[in-house]
C-alpha cells in the first residue's frame, strides 16, 4: 500500500496548461495501476486518465487531445499535463493508485479553470 500526495493544482486561465504531480511513498509503486480522477462542483467523482504498470493509457472523452498522464518510477511519481483547460476542467483532481486488493487515494489538488 502506498501514500499519495497530490501538487500543482491551482489557478489558471481558460486556455492554460497546468501540470499534476502525485508522488507516492512505499513498496512496489511501480507495480501499481494509477490514475487520476476529478470531482466537480455537485457531480461525482470520475476517471480523467489511467496508465497502467506497463504504460497503457485511457482517457475520458473530455480530456483525450488535452490531457497526458505519464509515470515516472524511478521518482515513484505520476503526473497529469493538462493543456487547453476549459472551466468545466475545474474540479478537485485525486491521485489513485490501485493493485489487486490494495487501493489508495490522496487527499486531492483543486484546479480552477477562470478567466
Known amino acids: 500500500q502506498v501514500q499519495l500526495v497530490e501538487s500543482g493544482g491551482g489557478l489558471v486561465q481558460p486556455g492554460g496548461s497546468l501540470r499534476l504531480s502525485c508522488a507516492g511513498t512505499?513498496?512496489?509503486?511501480?507495480?501499481?495501476?494509477m490514475a487520476w480522477y476529478r470531482q466537480a462542483p455537485g457531480k461525482q467523482r470520475e476517471l480523467v486518465a489511467r496508465?497502467?504498470?506497463?504504460?497503457?493509457?485511457n482517457y475520458a472523452d473530455s480530456v483525450k487531445g488535452r490531457f497526458t498522464i505519464s509515470r515516472d518510477n524511478a521518482k515513484n511519481t505520476v503526473y497529469l499535463q493538462m493543456n487547453s483547460l476549459k472551466p468545466e476542467d475545474t474540479a478537485v483532481y485525486y491521485c489513485?493508485?490501485?493493485?489487486?486488493?490494495?487501493?489508495?487515494w490522496g487527499q486531492g489538488t483543486q484546479v480552477t479553470v477562470s478567466s
Open positions: 512505499g513498496s512496489a509503486f511501480s507495480l501499481y495501476v
Open positions: 496508465i497502467t504498470s506497463s504504460g497503457t493509457t
Open positions: 489513485y493508485a490501485g493493485r489487486s486488493v490494495l487501493v489508495n
